[in-house]
């Protein structure tokens, strides 16, 4: 079955180090995103990107990088710069000519940092 | 950045009750997407609409496209614990534009 899989689920880091999730998808996405959930907020747009080797910073990139080696993947890394890091992140796929019939999002990521 | 506007920012209903949310812009769209987010995993689509004035259902889930096309509803009809959670509205201008547009959610609890 395509879809899009995110790991690991629970993530535990100590205040300081940087950490990589990985967001692997099978769909054939060019398109792929990178969102931070916090509580009782929405989705905000980390970084994108929509072809390999490109990507563009979002709305709260500062403190966090990515890479677009290949199609399938788009890992981000947290690293220590980001002042709040604990967080649900989601990342999600699509077709770029193909936006407006949605996202396929993964089951997410939540990081905890102490 | 960007956020929609929805409204309410949460729900506490019983079971069987009927359910009414919004999602408010000032700019207009071309497509209107509705999303729900169960407990600790990823938004799922549940209805998409393309059309100013078009009404779409999926179940118990009935959407509509405002006129303007600056807003957009959705419904629930008879609610059940299991539509806990999360829902999102989404936004797309049309054209080549490369992203969604998404509300700040609407939570939504079912008591049974």
């Known amino acids: 079955d395509g879809g899009i899989t995110q790991s690991p689920k629970y993530l535990f880091r100590k205040e300081g180090q940087n950490v990589t999730l990985s967001c692997e998808q099978n769909?054939?996405?060019?398109?792929m995103y990178w969102y931070r959930q916090d509580p009782g907020q929405g989705l905000r747009l980390i970084y994108y990107s929509q072809i390999v080797n490109d990507f563009q910073k979002g709305d709260i990139a500062e403190g966090y990088s990515v890479s677009r080696e290949k199609k399938e993947s788009f890992p981000l890394t947290v690293t220590s710069a980001q002042k709040n890091p604990t967080a649900f992140y989601l990342c999600a796929s699509s077709a770029p000519d193909r936006v407006r019939y949605g996202y396929t999002f993964g089951s997410g990521t939540r990081l905890t940092v102490v | 950045g960007q956020q929609l506007n929805q409204s309410p920012q949460s729900m506490f209903i019983q079971e069987g009750e009927d359910v009414s949310m919004n999602c408010t812009s000032s700019s207009i769209f071309n497509t209107w997407l509705w999303y729900k987010q169960d407990p600790g995993e990823g938004p799922v689509l549940l209805i998409a609409?393309?059309?100013?004035?078009e009404l779409t259902s999926n179940g118990r889930l009935t959407a509509q496209f405002g006129i303007t096309r600056k807003d957009s509803f959705l419904n629930i009809s008879a609610s059940i614990p299991s539509d806990v959670g999360i829902y999102f509205c989404a936004g797309h201008y049309g054209g080549a534009t490369n992203k969604l547009i998404f509300g700040t959610g609407t939570l939504l609890a079912v008591q049974p």
């Open positions: 769909l054939n996405h060019d398109a």
């Open positions: 609409l393309y059309k100013a004035g």
